[in-house]
């Protein structure tokens, strides 16, 4: 796995990574535990925790079956909030290939249950490629007080 930064987390941006990688589907298992490490690393804990590792292994794995076997990922801490971004070379999506699945079918919920899971949920078409992006806040749960701090 090699550096890499794409869509909208440059690397001009504020908050320096906490990770920025290429994968394949080999690393998909390693990135996941690397994941909850930095994500419990920034004080993210119980069920939000996770739920955004799940979300993110998720937008990976989708990023390996139907974007072209490979993408990048940054992981960032960004005032309150942690945000993964997945980017891929695949073929993108059809227009509205992602309305919510009928539940009595097979496969195709994950991206379903990623919004529900995360605070926030963006789908960027890109050429070529889908940029997705998964948002939680760390402040979520914690008593007043001990909240972080939003940075400017």
């Given amino acids: 796995m090699g550096a890499a930064c794409d869509g909208d987390l440059s690397p001009g941006s504020d908050a320096p990574a906490s990770l920025a990688v ?24 119980g069920d939000r925790l996770d739920g955004f590792v799940f979300a993110v292994y998720e937008i990976l794995t989708n990023a390996v079956r139907h974007g072209g076997g490979s993408g990048s990922l940054r992981l960032e801490h960004v005032g ?51 940029s997705v992006r998964v948002r939680l806040s760390l402040a979520a749960g914690l008593p007043t007080g001990t909240r972080p701090s939003r940075s400017p």
């Avoid at 290429?22 to 298992?29: E, K, L, S, V, Y």
């Avoid at 909850?36 to 993210?44: D, E, P, Q, T, V």
């Avoid at 945000?83 to 309305?99: E, I, K, R």
């Fill in 22 to 45: 290429r994968f394949t589907a080999a690393d998909i298992t390693g990135l996941r535990h690397q994941v909850a490490r930095l994500a419990a690393g920034h004080g993210m804990r």
């Fill in 80 to 130: 309150v909030d942690l945000v993964c971004q997945v980017d891929d070379d695949g073929p993108g999506f059809a227009a509205g290939q992602l309305s919510d699945q009928s539940p009595l079918r097979t496969g195709g919920r994950g991206l379903r249950l990623v919004r529900e899971l995360a605070d926030s949920l963006t789908i960027t078409p890109r050429t070529p490629g889908t």
